[in-house]
């Protein structure tokens, strides 16, 4: 599926396939008679790539990172981070919920498109630090 389409970026699932190297296109006018084909751009496809959900996007790649209270669901960050919404710094020893993407293979499977109808654990190791310091 297409996620977003802007003047200068494009986001959108792949199928599933296998690890490697693929070249991606970008038609535009399909079907028409100004049907249009970017290059190719190759690109590497990886089994895993983490990655955080971000609330915002930072100078220097310091994003916030998308984090809730798991127990009252209130918006983690400094106050103010988001405009028009409430954000609470977190606390130490509190319970949170982190948002990510790309740890690899779940059980039961997902396919590409598809909405998980419950939990999806990951099939890889997964290893999460704070700080340097293990959490889980």
Do not use: K, M, Y
């Not at 389409?5 to 535009?28: H, K, L, S, Y």
């Not at 028409?32 to 790649?61: K, Y």
């Amino acid at each position: 599926p297409v996620f977003l389409v802007a003047e200068t970026q494009v986001n959108f699932q792949i199928p599933r396939v296998d690890a490697g190297r693929a070249d991606i296109r970008v038609v535009t006018g399909c079907g028409s008679q100004n049907e249009s084909t970017s290059p190719a751009e190759p690109v590497n496809i990886v089994a895993r790539s983490p990655e955080f959900f971000f609330f915002t996007f930072g100078a220097g790649g310091r994003n916030a990172i998308a984090a809730v209270d798991a127990v009252s669901g209130a918006l983690l960050g400094a106050p103010g981070l988001i405009p028009g919404a409430t954000t609470v710094p977190g606390r130490p020893d509190q319970l949170i919920t982190v948002f990510v993407t790309g740890l690899g293979d779940t059980d039961p499977p997902v396919a590409p498109g598809e909405i998980p109808q419950g939990i999806a654990r990951t099939t890889g190791g997964l290893r999460i630090t704070v700080g340097g310091r293990e959490v889980a």
